[in-house]
């Protein structure tokens, strides 16, 4: 059984519909949702400011840019209005020195909420224009975005942006029912559009991640500053969740003696997500892809959860590039059908806008 129906092609009217039907009673519930200290997962988008200035609709997609998923939820983002451009920088601060030493994880995260702004753009509008890297002088300011020409936004960008409040990390035991290839060509397809290459793995190669996972798990377990890091993230507690979702709680591995190479097998879909290259400006767009991906996978009634570990340790990391036949893998994510489960708490835009 899916959670959700696979992605039809209603046309712009029954789909504007179904849009209203959904948000309405949210719409009314929570008329106060962009007050500070509001859950930010109720933001309220019929209160886009349609008269109101290029900096008041720019500051009103952060709203959006926070809902992104983040290494570890760290949300490692920062938001600036300068005229009529919206900054947006890598927060070093927020950055975990001793899980993602690189920034690598940090400057995907920060390509994620960057996927979300484009997003609710297109739904508002407007076509973004967005300057990536504007200012060699200042490499933590990672993109420039303003708001572009008027468009009418396509079924998909509504469906994508539809999907915001509704994708969420699903660690939790999935459904056994296979990912159709219809759904699964639709994510290589996303992957696709931001420019970089999501590869299913079956048979031998899937068995090797798996190796891989396992033996990236047992070296971060061994790995006191991992840990400290990690458990002292804002994820929720394993608790707050039913013992299914426990088994794969992040960090949770060595606590619970699970090795994690077994729910890398019995996934019904595992697909690892790669770059051309390895350099800042391709992780900030292997962000944008797993946004892309994550987000078009709610549409198919799909959930995922990252398996990361093997991306630590260069020989893991190899052997996962060995297996997919891409040099550089980013990221590796479970792909199947689930129940939902709660959201994820977040600090809103308030928190991430500076200087204003
Ligand atoms: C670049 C990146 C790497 C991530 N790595 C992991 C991971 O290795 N394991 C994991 O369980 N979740 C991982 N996540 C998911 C985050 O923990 C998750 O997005 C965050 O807790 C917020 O929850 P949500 O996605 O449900 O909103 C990652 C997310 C991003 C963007």
């Not at 900096?55 to 490692?76: C, D, K, T």
């Not at 990391?317 to 129940?339: E, S």
Request: aromatic share 8%; net charge negative.
């Amino acid at each position: 059984m899916k959670s959700d129906p696979p992605p039809g092609r209603p046309s712009r009217s029954s789909f504007l519909r179904q849009i209203g039907d959904r948000l309405l009673p949210g719409h009314r519930a929570s008329a106060s949702s962009e007050r500070e200290g509001a859950d930010p997962w109720n933001v309220d988008e019929w209160k886009f400011p349609h008269d109101g200035t290029a900096r008041e609709q720019l500051l009103f997609l952060v709203n959006f840019a926070v809902l992104a998923p983040s290494v570890l939820n760290r949300q490692p983002w920062k938001f600036k209005v300068v005229d009529e451009r919206l900054l947006l920088f890598a927060d070093r601060e927020r950055a975990l020195p001793a899980f993602d030493p690189n920034r690598r994880e940090l400057t995907m995260s920060c390509g994620a909420a960057l996927f979300h702004i484009r997003t609710a753009a297109r739904h508002y509008g407007f076509e973004p224009r967005i300057r990536t890297f504007p200012n060699m002088a200042e490499p933590d300011l990672l993109a420039e975005v303003t708001l572009g020409s008027r468009i009418a936004p396509s079924t998909l960008d509504e469906q994508l942006f539809m999907a915001i409040r509704r994708r969420r990390t699903h660690r939790g035991e999935l459904e056994t029912s296979p990912v159709e290839d219809g759904a699964r060509a639709g994510l290589v397809g996303a992957a696709l559009a931001e420019g970089a290459i999501l590869t299913f793995v079956d048979g031998q190669e899937r068995t090797a991640i798996a190796e891989a996972i396992s033996e990236a798990q047992k070296r971060l377990d061994d790995d006191s500053a991992y840990k400290i890091e990690v458990s002292a993230s804002n994820i929720p507690a394993v608790g707050s969740v039913e013992k299914s979702h426990k088994v794969l709680a992040f960090g949770e591995w060595a606590s619970q003696s699970v090795d994690p190479g077994v729910p890398a097998m019995q996934a019904p879909a595992l697909a690892v997500l790669s770059t051309t290259s390895d350099t800042v400006p391709s992780w900030f767009s292997a962000g944008q892809a797993i946004d892309r991906i994550l987000l078009t996978a709610r549409e198919y009634g799909l959930f995922a959860s990252f398996m990361n570990q093997p991306m630590h340790y260069e020989d893991t990391r190899k052997a996962v590039a060995d297996a997919v036949g891409h040099d550089v893998p980013q990221l590796i994510l479970r792909i199947g059908y689930a129940t939902p489960p709660p959201p994820t708490p977040r600090e809103g835009a308030e928190s991430v806008v500076k200087d204003i």
